[in-house]
């Protein structure tokens, strides 16, 4: 994965070298400006003043960059006016200012003086605020956070399902004492409901299929946070250029969800990319997807790729509502594709179709299909100088049939980033493998996780147990059995690069009947948006059905996750406990729990 970071910033760095050396396409004008300097401020780090007062100055990330602080000419007219309303947002209301103003510098001295404390806090109310209050006894006041908290209480309330709440937060200040008493009264008032479901601006598609959607249902206590994920939902149908949900009309404690929608109006979605891998390496992909394909939301995709180890075509289609029986709406979907992917000792060259019925709410998604596979399995000579095969690979031609079963219940609060719930996973397939003789064949694999936050430190637990289980032993292709490696089950290693586990350091090219795996995490902040990260990786992978007592390899590593609005970006490095010299870099967008 290291090989893939390099690319990236490779890449970066030849756009940056192609703009300074020839330029953007547009000038940058440049404004004139006068340096500053800020002295006398005591409570506030000058790059904080920096930047609420709009002024340009040197980041601790900007080591090239001169320490020299400007501020452009246009802002020194109010300059004092912003000093004003900054000192009075954070509670020193005497404070006192001189500017002196050059032909190239502004000098502004500062003099705090005494700021505004909090004397008393009075909350009273049927419904319990104390954890909102932010502020305490004795800390300076500050108007911005006393704000916050207002906004944040009627937030709360309203997730909570109370919408005819009364709300009266005072702050009396005394300048003459420098003291504030902050009052908070509350009323909560009748829980609040849901009311009828009203949908317009559709054209194209069916009104069952905005409302397989909705998750603030008529009669269910009202939330905001259903309100959002009903918007969630309905944007992932990939369908519509806007979706609005207006909540703000109420009857009596009911309030009618009116959603307007318009549909896309580009329905066509090309995709293409290069990079690396270190599982297939060089890589090159491409898709095309049209939604909204004759309407209904449906949607119709082709994706290809293609790199040195594996080729891939697939066609999908998905229709999210086929039938609906009572309010359970009920979608269909399918793929139909080739694959031809080289593992370690062995080649899998595959042709598949599925189809499925799929049945999905707030928190559930229950998936019930078929599938066909048509699996040519060719022994390589292609393992690392040293390896050497232990038993030879189970050559042939093998057709699949089976139907399958996949069940997910997600209570995280977060999909790319949670911080509190579980997770739980349930697939199972019971089918035929056509070899030289037809037989029957088990394949189950269970997941959980655990995720919970105490004040900033996030602590998560995953576990995944799996079996194969055949009526005929070595009746299915290599590649139908275990692999475990990267970033969902252990970091130290590649992508499916461990087999069957023979010692802590060792392990082979086939695949394993039995798979458990474990993994703990713990994320705390470090500056910002940067968040620190340890793991532990554990992992069995056992040649029989069943068997949980074999060996273990352990990985430990540190990582680090960069907050950004589509999610974390994550790079982790880990390594074999008893074996240092076996370690992985892997990066993701998005948490592994």
Same mark, same amino acid.
């Given at each position: ?5 390099? +690319? ?58 001169? !320490? ?10 109010? *300059?004092?006016?912003?000093? #004003? ?42 419904? /319990? ?18 704000? %916050? ?47 009828? =479901?009203?949908? %317009?601006?559709?054209?194209?598609? !069916?009104? !069952? ?11 269910? #206590? ?17 369908? +519509? ?13 009911? =309030? ?61 289609? @998905? #229709? ?17 594709? @080739? ?41 390589? !000579? /292609? ?20 139907? @399958?079963?996949? +069940?997910?219940?997600?209570? #995280? ?12 996973? *349930?697939?199972?397939?019971?089918? &035929? ?6 037989? &029957?064949?088990?394949?189950? &694999? ?29 009746? &299915? ?12 089950? /252990? ?6 690069? *461990? ?55 352990? %990985? ?36 592994? +729990?």
């Amino acid at each position: 994965m290291y090989k893939k970071i390099i +690319f990236v910033l490779l890449l970066l760095w030849s756009t940056s070298l192609w703009a300074s050396l020839f330029g953007d396409d547009e000038k940058e004008i440049v404004l004139p400006t006068h340096i500053i300097h800020i002295q006398g401020e005591e409570y506030f780090d000058e790059s904080e003043m920096y930047d609420a007062l709009g002024v340009d100055h040197k980041s601790m990330f900007q080591f090239w960059k001169d !320490d020299v602080s400007r501020i452009k000419d246009k802002l020194l007219p109010t *300059l004092h006016a912003s000093l #004003r309303s900054f000192y009075d947002s954070e509670g020193f209301y005497d404070a006192e200012f001189t500017i002196k103003e050059t032909n190239t510098t502004v000098t502004v001295d500062i003099t705090e003086n005494e700021p505004v404390k909090v004397r008393d806090i009075n909350i009273s109310g049927d419904y /319990n605020i104390s954890s909102l209050v932010l502020c305490e006894k004795n800390e300076i006041f500050q108007a911005k956070k006393f704000i %916050s908290v207002k906004s944040k209480i009627a937030a709360q309330l309203l997730k909570d399902g109370y919408c005819s709440y009364e709300l009266d937060t005072k702050a009396y200040v005394d300048l003459d004492k420098h003291i504030v008493d902050l009052r908070y009264r509350v009323k909560k008032g009748g829980v609040c409901t849901f009311g009828k =479901v009203t949908v %317009s601006g559709l054209e194209t598609i !069916d009104e !069952d299929v905005v409302k397989s959607r909705v998750r603030a249902e008529e009669g269910e #206590r009202f939330s905001t946070e259903l309100v959002k994920d009903t918007s969630d939902a309905l944007y992932g149908l990939q369908s +519509f250029d806007s979706v609005l949900i207006g909540v703000d009309r109420k009857f009596y404690n009911v =309030v009618p969800v009116d959603i307007t929608v318009k549909e896309m109006g580009k329905p066509y979605h090309f995709e293409a990319g290069a990079g690396f891998d270190t599982y297939v390496g060089a890589r090159v992909h491409s898709s095309i997807t049209k939604h909204n394909f004759l309407g209904d939301a449906q949607e119709l995709k082709l994706q290809l790729a293609w790199s040195q180890l594996e080729q891939l075509a697939i066609l999908s289609f @998905y #229709r999210p509502v086929l039938f609906s029986i009572s309010d359970y709406y009920v979608g269909i979907g399918g793929k139909l594709g @080739y694959s031809n992917l080289e593992y370690d000792g062995f080649q899998e060259e595959k042709a598949f179709f599925r189809t499925y019925l799929e049945h999905e709410t707030k928190r559930t998604k229950l998936r019930v299909g078929l599938a066909l596979e048509n699996i040519i399995i060719t022994a390589l !000579d /292609n393992l690392d100088p040293g390896e050497e095969l232990g038993q030879a690979v189970n050559e042939g031609t093998f057709i699949l049939t089976y139907p @399958y079963v996949d +069940f997910t219940y997600d209570a #995280r609060d977060s999909k790319l980033n949670p911080k509190y719930g579980y997770y739980f996973r *349930l697939y199972s397939e019971v089918g &035929l493998s056509d070899d030289e003789e037809s037989s &029957l064949y088990y394949k189950t &694999l269970l997941e959980g996780r655990f995720i919970h936050t105490f004040g900033d430190l996030t602590l998560a637990a995953v576990g995944i147990a799996g079996v194969v289980d055949e009526e005929t032993r070595q009746s &299915l292709p290599e590649s139908k059995y275990f692999f475990a490696g990267g970033s969902f089950s /252990n970091r130290a290693y590649g992508f499916r690069e *461990l087999g069957v586990i023979i010692s802590p350091t060792e392990d082979t090219i086939y695949g394993a009947a039995t798979w458990a795996n474990l993994t703990l995490e713990a994320d705390y902040p470090i500056w910002g948006d940067v968040y620190g990260a340890v793991f532990t990786d554990n992992t069995m992978l056992t040649a029989d059905p069943y068997d949980f007592s074999g060996e273990i390899i352990t %990985s430990a590593g540190v990582g680090v996750r960069y907050m950004t609005p589509i999610g974390p970006f994550k790079l982790d490095v880990g390594m074999n406990v008893q074996d240092t010299s076996q370690y992985g870099i892997s990066f993701q967008i998005g948490q592994s +729990f």
